[in-house]
C-alpha cells in the first residue's frame, strides 16, 4: 500500500507561511530546521494526532520554476492545495474574522460546498466539505 507521507506547497515566504498555516489555520509544526543561510525546512500538519503521517511542506518559491508555476497557478485563480473541513461555514466565519481574504465563500460546488482563501503567502487554498 503507498500513502502520501509529505506534499509541499511552494510559499514566497516561509517564516511567514508558518505563521499562517499555525496561527491562523491551526496547523502545528512537525518540523522546523534551520538550514543556515536564511533557509528554512518547515513542515506543519493536522493538529491534535489527526493525520499524523501526513505533513506538509512549506516550501521555498523562489527560482526558475517555483515562482513561475506558483505565480501561474495563482493567477488562473486555481487553489493549490485543498484542504478538508467539517463546517466550512464555521470556518469560513471563523478565520474571516481573523482578518482572511476570500476571493469566493462558501458555495455549492458538485457534491461539496467550497470557499476559496488567499493564504497570504502566493497561494490559493480551497477549503471543502462534503454535501450533507
Known amino acids: 500500500m503507498i500513502r502520501v507521507a509529505m506534499t509541499s506547497v511552494y510559499v514566497d515566504d516561509v517564516p511567514r507561511a508558518h505563521a ?66 467539517d463546517d466550512i461555514r464555521s470556518e469560513y466565519d471563523r478565520l474571516s474574522a481573523l482578518g482572511v481574504r476570500f476571493p469566493h465563500g462558501p458555495r455549492e460546488q458538485g457534491p461539496t460546498i467550497a470557499a476559496v482563501l488567499d493564504d497570504t503567502v502566493g497561494n490559493l487554498i480551497q477549503l471543502t466539505q462534503p454535501k450533507a
Open 20 to 85: 499562517f498555516y499555525t496561527d491562523v489555520l491551526g496547523f502545528e509544526t512537525r518540523t522546523r530546521l534551520d538550514l543556515g543561510d536564511g533557509t528554512w525546512f518547515v513542515t506543519v500538519g493536522a493538529p491534535q494526532g489527526a493525520q499524523p503521517d501526513l505533513q506538509l511542506l512549506l516550501e521555498p518559491g523562489e527560482g526558475p520554476v517555483a515562482d513561475p508555476y506558483r505565480r501561474a497557478v495563482y493567477e488562473a485563480g486555481l487553489p493549490a492545495i485543498v484542504f478538508s473541513v
